[in-house]
């Protein structure tokens, strides 16, 4: 999941010191909670899902003290840059772009399809109107494609643009895409996808390179006894390490 904005770099000179100083403080794990099954908000007001289960294991793993916050998606990396939080564990695709203002621990998933959401077989994605969540990798897609590109705040506003004819197709991670697929017989998926993005990893602060590696290792380790594999399973997302 995503842009961003490059000027927001020069906070980091400030907001870097958080996890240095701070042996024994609470590491804060920023997410979006509003893009199921990565992240959400359950009936009882917490953060749930994929990355949330995700999360507490690697900060059991790691031996850190963690708790978690919410961010809307647009300003997520200039938050984190500024201090709002310490990392971001939000369904965020590694990008060259995103890694000249942030660090990434290693992909705890591999690059997911991006699949294409309609109410018609016969949308035209060559010259047609696509919808896609602002600052994502689908939008940055999209944008460099023939096809006008139509953005929105959160990820229900571009299902919603779609029902309503403002959009032609929804672009967005198909894990996120398909159980509203099912729920909802007037749309469909189209037979094509595209593979964007180098996997989900966890962002930090360039400064913050003790904790990059705490996580970093967890996520190995997660990898290497095979829990990563049965929590992707579990969640239904992606192919397996």
Not at 31 to 50: C, H, L, S, W
Not at 112 to 137: E, H
Not at 210 to 216: N, S
Request: glycine share 8%; aromatic share 8%.
């Amino acid at each position: 999941m995503n842009k961003l904005i490059l000027t927001t770099a020069v906070l980091a000179l400030t907001a870097g010191v958080a996890f240095a100083d701070g042996h024994g403080k609470t590491i804060r794990m920023g997410t979006e909670g509003a893009y199921p099954p990565y992240n959400f908000i359950n009936d009882a007001g917490e953060v749930d899902g994929f990355e949330r289960e995700l999360g507490d294991e690697l900060c059991a793993r790691a031996e850190l003290t963690c708790e978690w916050v919410t961010n809307e998606w647009d300003s997520i990396i200039p938050n984190l840059v500024s201090g709002n939080y310490d990392t971001i564990i939000a369904g965020m695709s590694i990008t060259d772009e995103r890694d000249e203002v942030i660090d990434f621990t290693q992909n705890y998933t591999l690059p997911d399809p991006s699949a294409y959401l309609v109410l018609s077989a016969d949308a035209d994605l060559a010259n047609g109107v696509i919808a896609a969540q602002t600052n994502t990798i689908q939008a940055a897609f999209i944008a460099d494609t023939g096809a006008t590109l139509v953005e929105f705040a959160t990820p229900e506003e571009t299902i919603a643009a779609v029902k309503n004819g403002e959009a032609d197709a929804v672009l967005a991670d198909k894990a996120f895409l398909t159980p509203i697929e099912a729920d909802d017989a007037d749309l469909m998926f189209l037979e094509q996808e595209e593979m964007i993005g180098g996997g989900i990893g966890m962002g930090l602060r360039e400064s913050d390179t003790e904790l990059r590696d705490k996580f970093d290792a967890a996520i190995q380790s997660m990898k290497d006894d095979g829990t990563l594999n049965a929590l992707l399973d579990k969640w239904e997302i992606g192919g397996a390490f």
